[in-house]
């Protein structure tokens, strides 16, 4: 008790100092009129204290320059990251090589094969007609552009494919690209921007993928050509939403989806694209002079007016044999891309022989209507002659020249699903000589359908070929699966 008295003592005389300063005149100030209290005196010299503390220059001390042999062990000790990451096992990728054009028979390492891994779709591959407008082509333009389309790269036969492409498909106009596969996600950001939103089916292939990508726009994916969740997800996103309203909205789908064979449903599509006011964009890659009474694509396959569709893609790799690709629908659809489409704008224009070649397969399918009809005899061949392969399923449409096998009981992983397909394709070509293609999907792609092995039917394919890939299939099928 003794020792509590003089703490306690000592506490309250120095209280009694702190409420001296601050009762003292300083403390009760007036300046300008206005009290200053006691406590904004001394915030006021804290603030003072921390403004020259923040002003002051940092000290550092002076350094020692490195020695020779110092610099030599860190540049010894330091290991650079690799640009990429290191290939995985099994990732790599060995693909035959192919030393003769890409025809319904071909060479492959030295050996002839029956080629159904090559999309040759009306057997315009070594077309004679088509060889001979190329060899003109090329005598009288070269072999390059050398030049974009808007800087001195548009040549005469570049306006004559595009306005042949329209004409054919009964469309105001059209533009050309020079590469197939950068046509789609060329056009995709022209036209799709950042707020905008893109309901797309979750089996569109990697190039529509990237397009999606690089537009920035909100991308919502509804289940592969499955018209009741694409219903559902326009509901959701127009129902009650005023803000909608004021954006842009998009459908893209693919006509022949190249990730399963199947067909989009496009009267369907065109009459939900009008109920909830979408616009749709539609890649006609692998229907593009396939599907319809004369080649025209899905439109008229379904009948529906091309002018509903308000854009349309395709690459020329496939049915007309050449390379490149085009986008067609109004005049003010293909103007915009002539600025605004940075693989038109930024790219060398399409090698002259090439728009030539389409000019020629167009005119070729044009006079030559019969070789549809070969065509969609030998894919409904080969689906009956594909129909009981053991441990595998047909899962493509029955017009679709991609006839796409999946496992009928996945192991349920499709790393190991794709190796037992990959070895049915190289026993296929090895022990048989049928030149056939699994699914390869590159870490790239966000498919999520299930893999599978891919034939590409042609009409250059004879009924023994077709009977040669089915009795091919089921042996090895049989063994391995």
């Known amino acids: 008790m003794e020792m509590v008295l003089p703490v306690a003592n000592a506490t309250a005389a120095a209280l009694a100092r702190v409420s001296a300063v601050f009762n003292a005149p300083l403390a009760r100030a007036v300046v300008f009129g206005i009290h200053i209290d006691g406590h904004l005196v001394v915030e006021g010299l804290l603030i003072a204290a921390i403004l020259f503390q923040l002003s002051r220059?940092?000290?550092k001390p002076p350094k020692?320059?490195?020695?020779?042999?110092?610099?030599?062990?860190?540049?010894?000790?330091?290991?650079p990251e690799p640009l990429c990451p290191p290939i995985k096992e099994g990732a790599r990728i060995d693909a035959p090589t192919l030393e003769s054009a890409a025809g319904p028979h071909t060479t492959v390492d030295g050996k002839e094969v029956v080629n159904f891994a090559s999309a040759n779709y009306l057997g315009l591959i070594g077309n004679e007609k088509i060889i001979d407008s190329c060899v003109g082509s090329v005598e009288k333009y070269g072999v390059g552009s050398c030049g974009p389309r808007g800087f001195y790269g548009t040549i005469d036969v570049h306006l004559d494919c595009e306005s042949k492409i329209a004409n054919f498909l009964g469309t105001q106009d059209s533009i050309l690209y020079s590469y197939g596969i950068s046509t789609i996600f060329s056009v995709i950001p022209a036209f799709c921007k950042k707020g905008d939103i893109i309901v797309a089916d979750e089996g569109v292939h990697w190039a529509v993928?990237?397009?999606?990508?690089?537009?920035?726009?909100?991308?919502?994916?509804?289940?592969?050509?499955?018209m009741a969740s694409l219903a559902s997800i326009l509901e959701k996103i127009t129902h009650g939403n005023k803000r909608t309203e004021k954006i842009r909205r998009y459908i893209v789908v693919e006509a022949i989806y190249q990730n399963s064979g199947q067909i989009a449903p496009l009267d369907e599509i065109v009459r939900l694209k009008e109920k909830y006011r979408f616009r749709v964009i539609l890649e006609e890659s692998h229907s593009f002079g396939v599907l319809g009474k004369s080649g025209r694509?899905?439109?008229?396959?379904?009948g529906v007016p091309v002018e509903k569709?308000?854009?349309i893609t395709a690459?020329?790799?496939n049915a007309?044999?050449?390379?490149?690709?085009?986008?067609?629908?109004?005049?003010?659809?293909v103007d915009h891309q002539r600025l605004s489409s940075s693989g038109y704008v930024f790219s060398a224009s399409l090698p002259p022989y090439l728009a030539t070649a389409a000019i020629s397969a167009v005119n070729h399918l044009e006079e030559n209507p019969s070789v549809l009809a070969n065509l969609r005899s030998n894919i409904a061949l080969v689906h009956k002659e594909l129909s009981d392969i053991p441990g595998l399923e047909l899962a493509s449409n029955i017009l679709s020249p991609i006839v796409f096998l999946k496992l009928k009981t996945p192991t349920g992983s499709a790393v190991a699903d794709l190796e037992l397909l990959e070895i049915i394709a190289e026993k296929v070509l090895k022990e048989d000589s049928v030149f056939i293609a699994a699914t390869k999907r590159s870490s790239l792609d966000k498919c999520r359908l299930p893999v599978g092995i891919r034939l590409f039917v042609s009409a250059g394919h004879t009924k023994s070929d077709i009977f040669k890939v089915s009795a091919s299939l089921k042996r090895v099928a049989a063994s391995v699966v």
């Not at 044999?321 to 659809?333: I, P």
């Open 57 to 59: 220059k940092s000290y």
């Open 64 to 79: 020692k320059p490195l020695t020779e042999r110092e610099v030599e062990e860190l540049c010894d000790e330091w290991q």
């Open 209 to 226: 993928q990237n397009g999606l990508q690089l537009s920035r726009s909100t991308v919502v994916y509804f289940k592969h050509n499955d």
């Open 297 to 302: 694509g899905l439109a008229e396959h379904y």
């Open 309 to 311: 569709i308000d854009i």
């Open 315 to 317: 690459g020329m790799g």
């Open 320 to 333: 007309l044999a050449t390379d490149g690709g085009f986008c067609t629908g109004s005049v003010r659809v």
